[in-house]
């Protein structure tokens, strides 16, 4: 089959209180369907289970390493103002500028005229250059970068758990470097109301991973010492590790959300929970997805087919 076309069209949701008809956009579909396949692949399974790794997952991880290293590259610099370092726009414009390139390093030659709108999705997802912050709607691009790569032949079946455990918690280093790096803002945050102030994903995923497991139940996580101990093998945990990190005071006061969600008695409740209030709060907010790009690989057409 011919390769997509290049990106082209940079629609955006028109300007309502919610999502137009998010149900029934073809990409919404695609997206959630992405998220709720993954979520079955890693049910049960902790970080150090033995996976596939295939040579378009080592590239990923490589293409995320090259970002780890540009902050490396550029240290923040002295400037009055606590939050929001402005080295971060430099930064930001080197990967602009290298954006195709790095892409290219994962999409074999023949898919070649899809690099210019997968880089879009890479270039979305690491955060605002001109307000500093990073927030769900960037790690949402992240997923659909990722889709983008399945939806073309790059990404495979097999490659399912390798995408969340591999690729997506190397995504989420990096992205926890470059908040504590630059103290980006948090977009669209919701405080002490908001799951987290930056992501979401993993904590559907991690929870996912906890399901059925022979003695950690919900409650636990906000157990410092079950935390402590866990957090190498379960993406949730390792959330709740470095929220510790980078809040202070009571659990419950900081983040009260994740606190209820200690009380649920299943992580299969949590989990399910977790994907209702995902659709609600970030895939059906026109502030959190009003940024979201639509092209030849995520339609804005109505369905046509289930995913």
Not at 106 to 127: C, I
Not at 157 to 167: G, H, L, R, T, Y
Not at 181 to 196: C, F, I, K, N
Request: hydrophobic content about 40%; overall charge neutral.
């Amino acid at each position: 089959s011919s390769p997509p076309p290049a990106y082209h069209n940079q629609e955006r949701l028109q300007a309502r209180g919610k999502s137009p008809g998010s149900h029934l956009v073809q990409a919404y579909a695609d997206y959630i369907g992405f998220i709720l396949t993954l979520n079955e692949g890693v049910k049960g399974k902790k970080l150090s289970f033995e996976y596939k790794v295939s040579e378009a997952i080592e590239k990923l991880v490589a293409l995320l390493n090259t970002l780890d290293r540009w902050i490396d590259e550029t240290p923040p610099v002295d400037q009055p103002s606590r939050f929001g370092n402005k080295a971060y726009r430099t930064w930001y414009a080197r990967l602009d500028q290298e954006a195709e390139n790095l892409v290219a390093t994962v999409v074999p030659t023949h898919l070649a005229a899809a690099v210019p709108e997968v880089a879009v999705y890479l270039k979305e997802s690491v955060g605002n250059s001109t307000r500093i912050d990073y927030g769900t709607g960037h790690e949402a691009a992240f997923a659909a970068f990722l889709c983008c790569l399945c939806k073309i032949g790059v990404l495979r079946v097999d490659d399912q758990i390798a995408i969340v455990f591999k690729v997506f918690n190397r995504y989420l280093e990096v992205m926890r470097k470059l908040q504590k790096t630059y103290r980006m803002e948090p977009a669209g945050s919701q405080g002490v109301w908001g799951l987290d102030d930056f992501q979401f994903l993993p904590f559907i995923w991690g929870s996912s991973q906890l399901i059925d497991h022979p003695y950690l139940e919900p409650r636990h996580f906000v157990d410092e010492k079950a935390v402590n101990e866990n957090h190498k093998d379960y993406m949730f945990l390792e959330c709740i590790l470095f929220i510790t990190e980078m809040k202070t005071g009571p659990f419950a006061e900081h983040s009260n959300q994740l606190w209820n969600i200690s009380a649920v008695p299943s992580w299969s409740k949590v989990n399910q929970g977790l994907i209702r209030m995902y659709k609600a709060e970030c895939l059906e907010k026109f502030p959190v997805i009003q940024h979201f790009k639509f092209g030849s690989l995520l339609p804005i057409h109505p369905v046509t087919s289930s995913c």
